[in-house]
């Protein structure tokens, strides 16, 4: 059984490590200027076999980073990061762009097979008001000797004052641009791959489809090699079944898009719970392989101890269904 370590570098990162492949670098408090909408993020993001597949702060796009978090339209705040969209206007660089800042550093270990880590975050806005208070986790598991599962949970408290909507451009009248939650931006190299939905392979044209899962199958420069991504939203979530931004054209990326054409609305005081199982696996796994690796990540969200690990206290199923039921439930 391969053995996870986590290792802390204080004020800055967490690294979960299988042997001498880091699998991932968790930054969580970053050094991103204003106008990229300071957060946490994973990058790299490599395969047990040690293939990067994740992609820090691309020219066309210098908010992406590797995966993360990341909301481009809370009320009237971007934590997406670059210019915001505006009906009637298209894209306008304002001062909105908010920071999800590290507090607390609440859970960190790691038990064998898995590792993890839970903190607490405050979004603010770029003026520095308060807007959100995040209980926020990140488990790592090996699944087998080529496959690897990352469950991240999110329960986000609404602090501001007032109702805060959230949406996407699509929302805002751009069609076909309903990106904003768990985004991943996958190499250079991958542009052109095989995006994976459960009726099929295809490229951007499944973007907006309605589906429990995505994957992305992408190919390496140098080597040659393959790896597969598969994304899996869990069935508790708000709007479950989410429509997927994915591209694979201009580049490559998935996300889970749960305000993708329909804004939610979240009272003050209310709470907003998501969960996501993110399967990274060597080589090419195929339509059937993807599937497959789908029902591990389904798997690995049932499975309430997989959430964290064994010696660590925080449990985001707890926050989660706490987040979903009143009075501090999700208000659509």
């Known amino acids: 059984m391969t053995t996870l370590q986590a290792v802390h570098t204080l004020g800055r990162s967490v690294a979960v490590t299988a042997g001498d492949v880091e699998l991932f670098a968790y930054v969580y408090r970053p050094d991103t200027p204003v106008l990229e909408s300071p957060k946490p993020y994973l990058h790299p993001v490599r395969t047990l076999g040690g293939d990067v597949v994740s992609l820090y702060r691309p020219h066309d796009h210098v908010w992406h980073k590797g ?10 705040h971007n934590f997406w990061g670059g210019p915001t969209y505006e009906r009637g206007r298209g894209y306008v660089q304002l001062d909105n762009n908010g920071s999800a800042v590290h507090r607390e550093m609440t859970a960190l270990g790691a038990d064998g097979g898995r590792a993890g880590l839970a903190h607490r ?17 990140l488990t790592a598991t090996v699944l087998d000797e ?13 602090v501001s004052g007032g109702p805060l909507d959230f949406g996407s451009p699509t929302t805002k009248g751009r069609e076909n641009a309903g990106y904003g939650g768990l ?8 542009t052109g791959g095989i995006i994976q939905s459960p009726s099929g392979a295809g490229g951007d044209e499944l973007r907006g489809t309605r589906a429990e899962w995505f994957g992305f199958r992408g190919r390496h420069d140098e080597t040659g090699g393959w790896s597969t991504i598969v994304m899996v939203d869990d069935a508790a979530n708000p709007q479950h079944p989410p429509r997927w931004f994915a591209r694979s054209e201009m580049f490559a ?3 889970p898009a749960p305000f993708f054409g329909e804004e939610l609305r979240v009272e003050h005081g209310r709470t ?24 591990r990540g389904r798997a690995v969200l049932a499975d309430v101890s997989a959430d964290v690990p064994a010696d660590v206290r ?3 199923r707890a926050d989660v269904s706490a987040a979903l039921a009143p009075p501090g439930g999700v208000v659509a």
């Open 67 to 76: 995966i993360a978090w990341s909301l481009p339209h809370v009320g009237e």
């Open 121 to 137: 975050l405050d979004w603010i806005s770029q003026a520095g008001r308060p807007v959100i208070e995040e209980r926020r986790s």
């Open 146 to 158: 080529t496959t690897w599962a990352l469950v991240f949970g999110t329960a986000m408290t609404n």
């Open 183 to 190: 985004f991943w931006r996958g190499p250079r190299s991958f």
């Open 253 to 255: 990326c998935l996300c």
């Open 272 to 295: 907003l719970g998501f969960r996501y199982a993110v399967v990274i696996a060597d080589g090419d796994r195929g339509d059937e392989g993807s599937a497959l690796l789908a029902e």
């Open 314 to 316: 925080a449990d985001v």
